[in-house]
């Protein structure tokens, strides 16, 4: 009386049902711009801090004075602006990525921690966030960025130290629905230890909400590294981030538009490429949505 | 029934009190909910204890006293002689592996981002009595048991029926052969047609494995069906408890004469002689004094609302709590 | 006769074909009688409940043919502003789940008075007094009390004697009652059980009664509609239903469920599940269940025969 299981599977059936429904387009712009700043050595056409002054401010190639030669124009120490923003995508999707990392594993596994354990561990990890997410931003950014430098490595820290809390606090929220549930019990039942309750049947129950959130946020860290470089706490220069070249650029919005404007659109075509591909992740990660 | 009489499992007085807080800032104990209220049994070897009573009753706080999800107030669980609630170490682990549990709700019971092969293979390898090679064909005789075939080891939990996922947390708690299963309300959220497969399947285990069941239900036929011996619960209380054919042909207490005859007779003839009981049942955090089914008795007496009665002998292999006997 | 149910059709429009939920189910319901609607899940009991109030969830589901005649009207015909006027005036419903059906932010007797001025034209002077009444009707102890309560501090039984009372205060000539009492203790179960018979012998209602649970049919029900995979298999009054069951799914049904009053060494069970109404296999619904298939079995439907006036069912073998 072997009952048949309802499904087949062959893998092509497996990649077709998964790839259903990719948002193309922005997938297509995020693999764009990540190969852009993987290649950048090898496609800039100019080398990002090279400055030339004789060629400074040149607007893009279709404007009247524009060159071939500078395709989006220069910028006010004669810096191609196509360069930079090739240089600058890699820089600051580094950062945002590293700070995303950083920031998720160090938040989900203290929100684990506190859902899993309960009682004062939960108490004191959950005070611990709201002390966090009560700072303002900016000024815990700029007192880390004076107290420890401008450098690579702190941008990395300071997005990551903003981030965590409110992985944290999902997480835990997340991790006391799940740890109500009979499986829980039943593992504990069968002798699992905190470890692999915590490891094998909450982790990958919340995984979901974390990729979700952390694709959501890739966007928010570059928008934040931005806003680090535009205040000056940023990666220092002569290094290009988009951040700090729309910061850079400001000054000569009305003359000059282009210097801000570029990395200006290249931060808002990451950050809403991201999003919708955070909103398709979710949805296609849900083995139970997947099916229907 | 076997004659094998050894005693598996031993409840002596177990009490669980829920504590009840209130105030906003300062948080003081308003009072207790006596879930279990000094309850005791015992379940043989190979044979399956009948836990009924309904919702509210505590019949499922006994079962997580039991499987040690919850710590008891006061009272001692002993399983082969040991008190549960000391053991730690080698002991528990032990412990961990001769006892398992199948739930109502399957779809909650079945971890959704696990395999089943997986779900079924956790209690093998957490007890670690049985080598890495072997777990494989392990599953798959679990799987072949509970009459699913070996490809459902590759699939999740969302793609089987009701019955089906409830047929692979059977095979999780079987797989370790342990010598005892916790059922609580194993076939309520499954329909009807299917309930018949599950409850024989159940049997079969015990029959060629000598598991001993504690069958927790609300269902009085369930329990007939399945049971050698049954307790009957009411608000914390055992009011009465025997042998099976004793409790279903001489129901003694009122409350399992209420039970009994609400519980659906299929021969519409019958429905003349029902007893309606009438009010709810109390609160288990302020139970009525005396029996604390007194307030919704049709046979109550004086001394009924004052004095509580005690579980006493009445006949061979039955007890009762009742002021009548 | 109060309502009339012609080969009903409800189908739901899914991405992976057409589910045919409810598939030509015709039945009659008569004036202050009871017919049991039994079921498991997937069985399109409550599908067809919801149809009759023409409740489907639209635009994926959708009835597709057959005529709902209320006291001679069409409900497939009605407009959707006349059905809102029809629900709540003449057919009313109680479902499953209190805690669901209940709004949590409002009392009790708020939620009865709403349905009271919705339905009735009565002095708002004289609602509360109305209320008291309604509940009364239901037998809640200290109606007065009580109306003040928020759904929350009631019990599960008490939940669902407001619903009850919300239900029964338009005066409805139907009331459908889609698993009233699953959610209830044993005891509690009873008790709900009677009062639904005594107010319908006082107010001469007729009940579409919606479970899956053989035991409370036999306690409530008149007449008995046994229904598989969209379709009614057996239909019969019910004394006779459960005292000699025709079709081999009703027969197997009652053979498969634990007895209270007998010992039982082994229960003989249905082997297999439901078919998924996405793959339904030809010809008889039930035939890869059956413990007595034919070859006209799995060629076509059987259809629906009867055994006398009351009594038919569609099986080959009774052909």
Known sequence: MALDATREKTPVANWKLALRGVPWIPAFVLVTMVLVAIFADFIAPHSPTETSLPHKLQPPFWQAGGSTTYLLGTDALGRDVLSRLMFGARYSLIVSLAAIVVGTSFGAALGLIAGYCGGWVDSLIMRATDVMLSLPVILLALLLAVSLGPSFITIIIIVAAVLWARYARIIRGEVLYWKTQDFVALARVAGASGFRIISRHLFPNVLNTLLVLATMQVGWAIIMEGSLSFLGAGVPPPTPSLGSMVSDGRNYIASAWWIAMFPGLAILLIVLSMNLFGDWMRDAFDPKLRQM | MTADKSILLEVQGLKKYFPVTEGLVFLRTAGYVKAVDDIDFELPERQTLGLVGESGCGKTTTARVILRLEEPTSGRVCFQGKDVSRLGGADLRRYRAAVHAVFQDPTSSLNPRMRVGSIISEPLEVSGKIPRSEIKDRVKESLDFVGLNQDSAGLFPHEFSGGQRQRVALARAFALRPRLIVLDEPVSSLDVSIRAQILNLAKDMQEQAGISFLLISHDLATVRYMSHRIAVMYLGKIVEAGARDEVYSHPLHPYTSALLSAASPLRPGDQQKEVVLTGEVSSPLNPPSGCRFHPRCDRRMKSCSDTEPQLKPAGADHQVACHLY | ?319
């Open chain 3, 1 to 319: 006769m109060l309502l009339e149910v012609k080969d009903l059709k409800t189908y739901f429009h899914t991405r992976r074909g057409v589910v045919k939920a409810v598939n030509g189910v015709s039945f009659t319901l008569d004036a202050g009688k009871t017919l049991g609607l039994v079921g498991e899940s997937g069985s399109g009991k409550s599908i067809t409940a919801l149809s009759l109030l023409r409740l489907v969830p639209e635009p994926a589901g959708r009835i597709a043919g057959g005529e709902i005649l209320l006291d001679g009207e069409d409900l497939v015909k009605k407009s959707a502003r006349e059905m809102r006027r029809i629900r709540g005036a003449k057919v009313s419903m109680i479902l499953q789940d209190s805690m669901m059906s209940l709004n949590p932010v409002y009392t009790v007797g708020n939620q009865v008075a709403e349905s009271i001025i919705a339905h009735q034209s009565i002095p708002r002077g004289e609602v509360h007094s109305k209320v008291v009444e309604m509940l009364r009707l239901v037998r809640i102890p200290a109606p007065e009390r009580r109306a003040k309560q928020y759904p929350h501090e009631m019990s599960g039984g008490m939940r669902q004697r407001v619903s009850g009372a919300i239900a029964f205060s338009c005066q409805p000539s139907l009331l459908i009652c889609d698993e009233p009492t699953t959610s209830l203790d044993v005891t509690i179960q009873a008790q709900y059980l009677k009062l639904l018979k005594d107010i319908q012998r006082e107010t001469g209602v007729a009940v579409l009664f919606i479970t899956h649970d053989l035991g409370v049919v036999a306690k409530i029900c008149d007449d008995i509609a046994v229904m598989y995979a969209g379709r009614i298999v057996e239909m019969a009054p019910a004394m006779e239903l459960l005292t000699r069951p025709m079709h081999p799914y009703t027969e197997a049904l009652m053979k498969c469920l634990p007895s209270l009053d007998k010992n039982v060494s082994r229960l003989p069970s249905i082997q297999g599940a439901p078919p998924t109404l996405l793959q339904m296999p030809p010809g008889c619904s039930f035939w890869p269940r059956c413990p007595d298939v034919r070859p006209a079995c799995k060629e076509q439907y059987p259809p629906f025969i009867a055994l006398n006036e009351h009594h038919s069912a569609s099986c080959w073998k009774l052909s």
